[in-house]
T-cell receptor
Framework: AQKVTQAQTEISVVEKEDVTLDCVYE???????LFWYKQPPSGELVFLIR????DEQNEISGRYSWNFQKSTSSFNFTITASQVVDSAVYFC??????????WGAGTKLIIKP | NAGVTQTPKFQVLKTGQSMTLQCAQD?????MSWYRQDPGMGLRLIHY???????DQGEVPNGYNVSRSTTEDFPLRLLSAAPSQTSVYFC????????????FGPGTRLTVL
């Protein structure tokens, strides 16, 4: 079965701390895509990153970085030097062979000033 | 480009009423979909369309109808609203079924009393 698990329901850190959001997925497909989306308090969904199953290189974009490990079926997201504006719900998602997005339940990240 | 637009932003219905949530995109995207988002859960796919005249069911289609008479529009109809349909509804589009990044509308918050 296709499944995405975000075990951390809520994380609270103080500004400037680093924080890692975990994502573990299950799929039978050999080709698949993984995504992270951000949902700030305003409610819209903001695309952050897409990663395909053949590209295990880690990616860094400013303060954001992603660690994709097929061996452990994980696609973790790290924010370095967190800021209050990073407060949001973050979703990990898996695109299956039917092109449907399977979503995790989300992790609410609270950055305290 | 307006991107993906949804109307209304908020709606309150009584049990048994019907209504249509509107979704439109001006990016000539082939693939459109409807999701619902409930507290503590990720998005769940209701219906999707791979092109004008073609629709299919997602994970939670019961109680909803869709049609796709044009590339631009993908309305979602609630036939007889139930309190279990209280949710936030997101419409999304992507250029084609093989393209990965979905563009989301701002969402419609629906309450059924």
């Amino acid at each position: 079965a296709q499944k995405v698990t975000q075990a951390q329901t809520e994380i609270s850190v103080v500004e400037k701390e680093d924080v890692t959001l975990d994502c573990v997925y299950e799929t039978r497909d050999t080709t698949y895509y993984l995504f992270w989306y951000k949902q700030p308090p305003s409610g819209e969904l903001v695309f952050l990153i897409r990663r395909n199953s053949f590209d295990e290189q880690n990616e860094i974009s400013g303060r954001y970085s992603w660690n994709f490990q097929k061996s452990t079926s994980s696609f973790n997201f790290t924010i370095t030097a967190s800021q209050v504006v990073d407060s949001a719900v973050y979703f990990c998602a898996l695109r299956d062979s039917n092109y449907q997005l399977i979503w995790g339940a989300g992790t609410k990240l609270i950055i305290k000033p | 480009n307006a991107g993906v637009t949804q109307t209304p932003k908020f709606q309150v219905l009584k049990t048994g009423q019907s209504m249509t949530l509107q979704c439109a995109q001006d990016m000539n995207h082939e693939y459109m979909s409807w999701y619902r988002q409930d507290p503590g859960m990720g998005l769940r796919l209701i219906h999707y369309s791979v092109g004008a005249g073609i629709t299919d069911q997602g994970e939670v289609p019961n109680g909803y109808n869709v049609s796709r008479s044009t590339t631009e529009d993908f309305p979602l109809r609630l036939l007889s609203a139930a309190p279990s349909q209280t949710s936030v509804y997101f419409c999304a589009s992507t250029p084609s079924i093989g393209t990965d990044t979905q563009y989301f509308g701002p969402g419609t918050r629906l309450t059924v009393l």
